[in-house]
């Protein structure tokens, strides 16, 4: 069964990482969500620190991934947001985000600002990246794989072989996605 998965505005944050994720879900690897709440936060924030972009290029971006996942863009949870209670209530909305889209699962760097005690009575967890799809890799290497080669493969602009991939995968702060996929560079 695909995991039903809401990713925080951080994992999207990075070019790398948001295009090695998406295209895991492509493959009917998971089941991806956000809001244009998460998407205008992780846009913002890449403009703030990267002047250099434009805010067109990442509109975009935004309008792709919703045309990619034609249900990945959750609407109807604000309601829930003030309901719920957490460290840091700025993220209240991916929780409801989360809750709407019965998702088992929040992808995070920001792992403090969604407790277990919290995210336990609604059936979900909070998962770095490198943790989520290393239980991916468990469930199914082979897809997997397979879905990394068409990711690699995909990138044109300019090209990259295996090695150079993996270098961009380790900087995304994937050390065990990073492992396995080095003991099967060939197949990517």
């Given at each position: 069964?695909?995991s039903?998965?809401?990713f925080?505005?951080?994992?999207?944050y990075?070019?790398?990482?948001?295009?090695?994720l998406?295209?895991?879900?492509?493959?009917k690897?998971?089941?991806?969500?956000?809001?244009?709440?998460?998407?205008?936060?992780?846009?913002?924030?890449?403009?703030?620190?990267r002047?250099?972009?434009?805010?067109?290029n990442?509109?975009l971006?935004?309008?792709k991934?919703?045309?990619?996942?034609?249900?990945?863009?959750?609407?109807?949870?604000?309601?829930l947001?003030?309901?719920?209670q957490?460290?840091d209530?700025?993220?209240?909305?991916?929780?409801a985000?989360a809750i709407?889209?019965?998702?088992?699962?929040?992808v995070?760097?920001?792992l403090?600002?969604?407790?277990?005690?919290?995210l336990?009575?609604?059936?979900?967890?909070?998962?770095?990246?490198?943790?989520?799809v290393s239980?991916?890799?468990?469930?199914?290497?082979q897809?997997v794989?397979?879905?990394?080669?068409?990711?690699?493969?995909?990138l044109?602009?300019?090209?990259?072989?295996a090695?150079?991939?993996?270098?961009?995968l380790?900087?995304q702060?994937?050390?065990k996605?990073?492992?396995?996929?080095?003991?099967?560079e060939?197949d990517?």
């Amino acid at each position: 069964m695909m995991s039903r998965v809401v990713f925080d505005a951080c994992v999207l944050y990075s070019a790398p990482l948001r295009g090695f994720l998406l295209n895991l879900a492509t493959d009917k690897l998971l089941e991806p969500f956000w809001s244009e709440e998460i998407q205008n936060e992780w846009t913002r924030s890449l403009l703030k620190n990267r002047p250099d972009l434009e805010r067109e290029n990442l509109e975009l971006t935004c309008r792709k991934m919703d045309l990619r996942f034609p249900n990945g863009l959750v609407r109807g949870y604000e309601t829930l947001v003030h309901t719920l209670q957490l460290p840091d209530p700025n993220d209240r909305h991916v929780l409801a985000v989360a809750i709407h889209s019965q998702s088992s699962c929040i992808v995070t760097f920001n792992l403090s600002d969604f407790p277990t005690t919290v995210l336990e009575s609604y059936k979900i967890e909070a998962m770095s990246p490198d943790d989520f799809v290393s239980r991916l890799i468990q469930q199914s290497p082979q897809l997997v794989l397979r879905a990394t080669w068409k990711h690699r493969s995909d990138l044109t602009r300019p090209p990259k072989t295996a090695r150079d991939y993996l270098a961009t995968l380790a900087k995304q702060k994937l050390p065990k996605t990073v492992a396995f996929l080095r003991e099967h560079e060939s197949d990517i």
